[in-house]
């Protein structure tokens, strides 16, 4: 169940990018990661340094540009819908002249040369935050050291006290058969599973803001708190941070630009295409 907190927060992020002119503007947007989506998506066309000037937004001219946004579809800045046009300026239609849905890479490439992705991602609460800010590099390499110790425990416990977990006849040489180490009451090999677990569940969930600036998913990724929420040194590296208080907004440090290749650029606009209502 979403907060009402942070629901004013998407709504603030979804003005903010209005307010720099995006083509289209949407919550909910799933990204090229699977099973993830950003709470905020938008792009634009030309380069991302329109954001810069919109650095900061009042209530009243937030709650101006929110008030038609509901959540659940995408905003888009014309009445006419702006990927047709890109379309049609990149040469993809048909032969009744329509434009083309599908089109070649070389295509994609010329379209999205011209437009840059933004995705802002709300935090309404400290743990929220915690919650994704793990370090990448430093998540893998706990969990490959707990995978290697629970292997190593495995074959040094297992194999000598509950040799009854061999799956034997399993392959044509005994020595190949594999071991049912999961059904282990040992409680040394039950920790050990525990630790590696822990790990793997965190590799998995907690590193979200680094996967998503490594992969560079959108040119432009920036982070929306209230204010005193977190701390300058805590944004996490490739991302831009926009803190909300008492419903006004202001950027407080401007994204570096990711450079997000051409077919993700392409995936985040067709998802924003299709919450078009």
């Known amino acids: 169940m979403e907060s009402e907190l942070h629901a004013s927060l998407k709504r603030c992020a979804c003005a903010w990018l ?3 002119d995006a083509s289209a503007v949407a919550c909910e947007v799933k990204t090229a990661i699977p099973h993830w989506r950003a709470d905020v998506g938008g792009w634009l066309q030309g380069d991302a340094e329109r954001l810069h000037a919109a650095n900061s937004l009042s209530r009243a001219r937030v709650e101006a540009l929110a008030q038609h946004n509901d959540g659940t579809s995408a905003l888009f800045a014309t009445p006419a819908d702006p990927v047709e046009a890109l379309l049609r300026e990149a040469g993809a239609v048909n032969l009744f002249d329509q434009a083309d849905h599908a089109p070649g890479a070389t295509a994609v490439r010329r379209m999205m040369e011209r437009v840059r992705t933004v995705i802002v991602e709300c ?3 400290r743990a929220d935050f915690l919650s994704d800010r793990a370090d990448l590099d430093r998540t893998a390499a706990e969990h490959a050291r707990l995978r290697a110790r629970r292997d190593r425990v495995r074959e040094q416990l297992v194999t000598r006290w509950e040799p009854h977990l061999r799956r034997e006849g399993e392959t044509l040489f005994a020595e190949a058969d594999g071991w049912n180490f999961e ?19 965190a590799l998995e969930r907690q590193v979200k803001f680094a996967r998503m600036a490594r992969w560079r998913i959108a040119d432009r990724l920036y982070l929306c708190c209230p204010g005193g929420l977190v701390k300058a040194h805590e944004i996490p590296a490739g991302w831009g941070w926009i803190e909300v208080s008492r419903g006004a907004l202001r950027v407080r440090r401007a994204a570096p630009d990711l450079g997000s290749p ?5 995936r985040m606009v067709l998802n924003m295409r299709r919450a078009r209502p």
């Open 262 to 266: 051409a077919p993700r650029r392409w």
């Open 123 to 125: 935090k309404a609460t």
């Open 183 to 201: 059904r282990s009451r040992l409680a040394s090999v039950r920790a050990v599973d525990r630790d590696e677990r822990l790990a793997r569940e």
């Open 18 to 20: 209005r307010s720099a």
